[in-house]
């Protein structure tokens, strides 16, 4: 996500400050900023937009303090703009910091600061942890004390990198749940929030623990764990140029967006159970009334339109209402039967896809509620929408789409079982479900270490130009996105069909040597599909499939089986499998994963 540099040292801080943003860019942002500090006071300089538009500003000064922080970030707290750019400063302008994470019980401590005096300029949840040190440090007079303080008060996801006009030659760095690492060279000593940031000037890095506090001079380092204890730092060798590192050592973004997905529903999904109960102020919030609500519609476009049949299909299953998935390049065109009584919930990663934007104008003409789903605040989407849910993917790099669809599953998942409520229908098995949620970023760990595996299966298609996917009921947007990821980046013919759908026409198809993946986790339906199954085995096909842990297998060469999880979610570890599968296919083939033919990672054209 964000990009943070820090630098203090015997020479100019401004060069390290901007070659390491220009380092961690690939990360994506929407606004970039950069403090400069001297004895005479602090430096701000901020924009929305890239970081050539901060060049732009910085041309104009004469800026060679030696001690600085740097930020880029992607909004997930206020609109992307200049106020709500990093680096923030306390209103006295003697404290700046940069903050990458979430601060999750932020608008309480706000509340508080409001009512201690204190005027806040953005409307980020960073700025309430300056705000916090100035309190603190108002009675402290000490910085380190000021900061243990703050970060006690604090709930969620940091890195911080902070600088103070009562020690101008000083970095504080406090780390939680969100990368920083630190970095030394003869002329100065420097932080950053990912390793590409640091290799020109130093390949011996030390990353910091969760809870990790340090206290950054020119000629000194200081580490000290959570309770405050001094600790001798620990540094490793990174054996990756800057090109490597950006992908953390993966050979390409994809794998490394495929590996990302745990903390990617861990973010998705931070704050939304309160205890056994869905917590979504976001639908709470919505003026609607609920009992008078007689359709559900969910729109989307390729992938994003997987994840919304697959939340069909959940609330068919929990609530006796009328609803259906569309592509939004079709909605506008079919006369929809849409008004007052319809919700239509709009799936986005961007945020910008031109069709799913029209189709949400067409849904607001005919005054339907509508909620959006996006990966990016402030996004078209996002503004033009009655509420919104944002996932936590975070920016994904890949074309081909991978931790942003299985944070939209998670998030789906939630607002169905919602939404549900809100009809007056308890979801069915919801404690379960619930409890499988939060331990799902565990459970996809564990899925990933197919990896070997999947590896392996995908020489089957050494040969082969088509391959098909089959699957029902939840299994159906799985087989259904396998295909189209195996599509999208190895240029294999693929095509997915409902399970009980292949004897009427596909099964012409299947010859010796076919490569059939079938998915059957559903145990209620699990016996339908592999009947279908043996009827591609009897003509010759080589079958992957896909289950749970309990059901037969015996007829079959190849097994997955995938974790133990509600039956519900089972199609969360399964496409995980299906992108492994995907992507060593393309390998295979000498494909250019990141940059398949013909894609782009935002349509943002009808």
């Known amino acids: 996500m964000c990009g943070i540099t820090g630098f203090t040292g015997s020479e100019s801080a401004l060069p390290f400050l901007m070659q390491g943003l220009s380092r961690l860019e690939y990360r994506g942002y929407d606004s970039a900023g950069v403090t400069l500090i001297s004895p005479q006071g602090l430096e701000t300089l901020k924009t929305k937009g890239r970081l050539s538009e901060l060049e732009e500003l910085l041309k104009s000064r004469t800026l060679n303090q030696c001690a600085g ?19 923030h400063e306390n209103e006295a302008e003697t404290i700046s910091l940069v903050h990458n994470g979430i601060i999750e019980n932020y608008a309480e401590l706000k509340e508080d600061l ?34 243990k303080k703050t970060l006690k008060m604090l709930r969620g996801s940091w890195a911080l990198c902070i600088v103070s006009v009562y020690e101008p030659d000083t970095l504080y760095v406090a780390k939680k749940e969100s990368p920083m690492i630190i970095g030394q060279y003869e002329k100065g000593t420097f932080c950053a929030s990912d390793a590409p940031a640091v ?8 990353p910091l623990a969760d809870g990790d506090m340090a206290v950054l001079r020119p000629n000194s380092l200081q580490v000290y764990n959570a309770a405050g204890k001094k600790m001798q730092p620990a540094f490793i ?33 931070r704050g939304r159970f309160r205890g056994m109960k869905i917590y979504m102020p976001e639908i709470d919030e919505l003026k609607t009334d609920w009992q008078n609500v007689n359709r559900i519609v969910l729109i989307a476009c390729g992938t994003a339109y997987h994840a919304c ?11 006796r209402i009328m609803s259906y998935a569309q592509p939004a390049s079709e909605f506008r065109y079919c006369s929809p039967n849409v008004d007052e009584h319809t919700v239509c919930i709009f799936v986005s990663q961007s945020g910008e896809t031109a069709d799913t934007i029209a189709a949400m104008k067409l849904a607001k003409a005919k005054h339907c509620t509508t909620i959006a789903m996006t990966n990016v605040l402030g996004s078209s989407l996002a503004r033009q929408t009655d509420t919104v849910v944002y996932t936590g993917a975070g920016p994904e790099i890949a074309v081909a789409s991978t931790k942003a669809y299985t944070t939209q599953l998670v998030l789906l998942h939630v607002l169905m079982m919602k939404i549900s409520e809100k009809l007056g229908y308890k979801p069915k098995n919801i404690t379960r479900r ?67 759908e292949l004897k009427h026409g596909p099964i012409a198809l299947i010859e010796k040597n076919t490569v059939v993946v079938a998915l ?23 079958v992957i499939l896909v289950t749970d842990q309990n059901i037969p297998a015996e007829k ?51």
């Open 69 to 87: 922080i740097g930020h880029t970030r992607w909004a997930t707290h206020g609109v992307p703009s200049n106020l709500n750019a990093h680096p």
């Open 309 to 319: 049949i697959y939340a069909d299909t959940l609330l068919k299953r929990d609530a």
């Open 556 to 606: 079959f060469h190849h097994v997955l089986r995938i974790p133990d999880a509600a039956p519900e979610l089972a199609n969360i570890t399964s496409v995980v499998l299906l992108q492994l599968f995907a992507y060593f296919a393309a390998e295979e083939k000498g494909c250019d994963i990141d940059k398949p033919r013909n894609l782009a990672k935002s349509v943002t054209v009808e």
């Open 520 to 542: 059957a986790t559903q145990p209620d339906i699990a016996a339908k599909t592999i009947s279908n199954i043996e009827e591609t085995i009897a003509r010759g096909a080589n």
């Open 199 to 206: 290799l020109s000037y130093t390949k011996d890095i030390l």
């Open 114 to 147: 409001i009512h201690a005096g204190y005027h806040f300029q953005s409307d980020t949840d960073s700025e309430v942890i300056v705000q916090l040190l100035d309190y603190y440090y108002k009675s402290e007079q000490n910085m380190f004390t000021a900061l």
């Open 434 to 500: 619930i409890r499988d949620l939060k331990r799902m970023p565990e459970i996809i760990e564990e899925t990933l270490g197919y990896r070997d595996q999947m590896k392996e299966l995908a020489h089957m298609l050494k040969d082969q130009r088509d391959a098909y996917f089959i699957g029902r009921q939840l299994d159906y947007p799985t087989a259904l996105e396998g295909a189209l990821k195996l599509k999208e980046i190895s240029y294999v013919h693929a095509d997915a069909y409902y399970g009980g």
């Open 237 to 269: 060798h990174f054996p990756y140029d800057v090109q490597a590192a950006q992908k953390g050592g993966y050979d390409s973004f994809m794998m490394k967006e495929i590996y990302e997905q745990p903390k990617a529903v861990r973010e998705t999904l």
